[in-house]
């Protein structure tokens, strides 16, 4: 089955910097990635859709330059969260679909980010 | 646009008795597809059950079913003989088949089960 590879699964990083979150389709190509944040006992919330090879769509709300999304390639999308701060603690997932609802949605193991 | 609600925060049921979770939707787009997640406390999200708005027999798998009504925009998830393991964050989403195909869930319903 469709496997999509998340990492890391846990980071705690500083205030101010950057922490890079990558997620990787291993046995199919994923024209498209999701990403989602969730807090606890919480819904999972999109952020942003993002296509290979063109600029992510935001969802409202998300502030592009914190949470930078780089699609470059059919097989991996990641998510930068800039200048992270306490309240940018969370749980971030991705998804990978090879064309949408036909193909279906394969999720992340998520990563949990800590900013102390 | 779509909307996924599920109104059930909590639900306990003892092992081996069914369960239903409900879950009701709104588009006005006539092409989408209905998902079922469980989310156990490891965080992943493990695909359930598949439901098409075209398809008109209610999809199964294994003890999990989908209970789709159409015109009243409901897709609840039945389980049937339910398990320890099943005990979990259970979460309805939607996806329209044109346009972005963002998958959009509902709010959730933890499922405790005891025995």
């Known amino acids: 089955g469709a496997v999509v590879s998340q990492h890391p699964s846990r980071v705690i990083c500083k205030s101010g910097t950057s922490v890079k979150i990558e997620c990787r389709s291993l046995?199919?190509?994923?024209?498209?990635m999701f990403w989602y944040r969730q807090f606890p006992k919480q819904s999972l919330m999109l952020m942003a859709t993002?296509?290979?090879?063109?600029?992510?769509?935001?969802e409202q709300g998300v502030e592009k330059d914190k949470f930078l999304i780089n699609h470059a390639s059919l097989t991996l999308s990641t998510l930068t969260v800039t200048s992270a701060h306490p309240e940018d603690s969370s749980f971030y997932i991705c998804?990978?679909?090879?064309?949408?609802?036909?193909?279906?949605?394969?999720f992340g193991s998520g990563t949990r980010l800590t900013v102390v | 646009a779509q909307k996924i609600t599920q109104t059930q925060p909590g639900m306990f049921v003892q092992e081996k008795e069914a369960v239903t979770l409900d879950c009701t939707y709104d588009?006005?787009?006539?092409?989408?597809?209905l998902f079922w997640y469980k989310q156990p406390s490891s965080g992943e999200m493990i695909f359930l059950i598949y439901?098409?708005?075209?398809?008109?027999q209610n999809a199964t798998e294994g003890r999990y079913s989908l209970n789709f009504q159409k015109a009243r925009k409901s897709a609840n998830l039945v389980i049937s003989a339910s398990q320890l393991g099943d005990s979990a964050m259970y979460f309805c989403?939607?996806?329209?088949?044109?346009?972005?195909?963002?998958?959009?869930f509902g709010q959730g319903t933890r499922l405790t089960i005891n025995p």
């Open positions: 046995d199919f190509q994923a024209t498209t």
């Open positions: 588009t006005s787009d006539p092409s989408y597809g």
């Open positions: 998804s990978a679909t090879q064309g949408g609802v036909s193909y279906g949605y394969t």
């Open positions: 989403a939607m996806s329209l088949i044109q346009g972005a195909q963002k998958l959009v």
């Open positions: 439901q098409g708005s075209y398809d008109q």
């Open positions: 993002s296509n290979e090879g063109s600029k992510a769509t935001y």
